[in-house]
């Protein structure tokens, strides 16, 4: 559904973005180039303190995957959420949300490993799911290293979303990391573009239709479509995974943020829960949302 209005946060972004004259994404046919405008348009704030941010690299497929770890003030050791960040698989880095990170530490009391993982269209599928995925094994297997108790989660925003979801799928079937949660916000999970909230929202908030399927085409290869670690809603049971919250947003364009994510998740036997959807008007959405969100993967934490 389309928001009749946006909320007014939503709106100034929008107002900030057409003043800058910022193209599509897409349109700028340059990986680079679109990642030097999207960090542009990066928020100008600092965020909370924090007890200890520490910048190391750990091994990977390819070589070492540098990553970022927020310690919350306070003694440890305590649970530990990995963080893979959005972006299409081509933009955002650890610093596109370092703010998001800060927030989600000292909201959850949790240690929070960023990754910043391989890009497209340099590095096509699977390389950032290996990354992520290698992390995750070297964060399961050494809690001490970043101050953790031997709980994990995953949890990521739209692309980061689709690799948190696959990093599951693959820990279930390789008899993987123990992963107690899987926080996944708006995620790309699905190769089909049939979707109602995509077709309503493709044009007009920044993110636009040809920038979804740039993005794609940076990563995926048409093979990719059957793969259910490419597109998680194509596996073939959902069942045995860690327990998930699906956050939606508004406006909705991606298909994570279609109901038939959260009916497949149900019918497959998992939990799949979903923040009350405040309509266009309600208050700071954006930051009650990330609440919810990280307020269940702390529950769910401290029970396992």
């Not at 939503?10 to 897409?26: C, F, K, S, T």
């Not at 995750?136 to 970043?146: I, K, R």
């Not at 599951?168 to 926080?183: F, K, T, V, W």
């Not at 069942?239 to 959260?262: T, Y």
């Amino acid at each position: 559904m389309r928001a009749d209005e946006p909320h007014p946060d939503v709106q100034d972004i929008l107002a900030r973005v057409e003043e800058a004259d910022v193209m599509p994404l897409a349109q700028y046919g340059d990986p680079e180039v679109a990642r030097d405008v999207a960090a542009q348009m990066r928020a100008d704030a600092e965020g909370p303190a924090l007890g200890d941010i520490e910048n190391r690299a750990v091994p990977g497929p390819d070589g070492d995957v540098p990553i970022r770890v927020y310690r919350p003030e306070g003694d440890g050791p305590r649970p530990t959420v990995l963080y893979f960040h959005g972006g299409g698989w081509v933009i955002g880095d650890l610093e596109s949300h370092d703010l998001a990170c800060r927030h989600l530490a000292v909201e959850t009391g949790c240690t929070v490993v960023a990754v910043d993982y391989r890009r497209a269209p340099e590095h096509p599928y699977p390389a950032a799911l290996e990354d992520c995925y290698a992390v995750t094994e070297w964060v399961a297997e050494n809690p001490d290293a970043v101050g953790g108790d031997g709980r994990l989660a995953v949890a990521g925003d739209s692309a980061g979303g689709n690799l948190a979801a696959a990093v599951c799928l693959r820990a279930r079937d390789e008899n993987g990391p123990d992963i107690a949660y899987q926080a996944l916000v708006y995620p790309a999970v699905s190769p089909s573009d049939d979707w109602d909230s995509r077709r309503e929202n493709g044009e007009g908030y920044y993110l636009t239709e040809p920038d979804m399927e740039w993005f794609g085409d940076c990563y995926f290869d048409e093979d990719d479509e059957s793969d259910p670690y490419a597109f998680p809603m194509v596996a073939d049971s959902h069942a045995d995974l860690p327990p998930a919250s699906v956050h939606r947003r508004e406006p909705p364009p991606l298909p994570g943020d279609d109901p038939r994510v959260l009916h497949d998740a149900r019918a497959a036997g998992r939990t799949g829960r979903r923040p009350r959807r405040r309509r266009a008007g309600g208050r700071r959405p954006a930051r009650r949302s990330r609440r919810r969100v990280t307020t269940w993967a702390t529950r769910t934490l401290l029970r396992a």
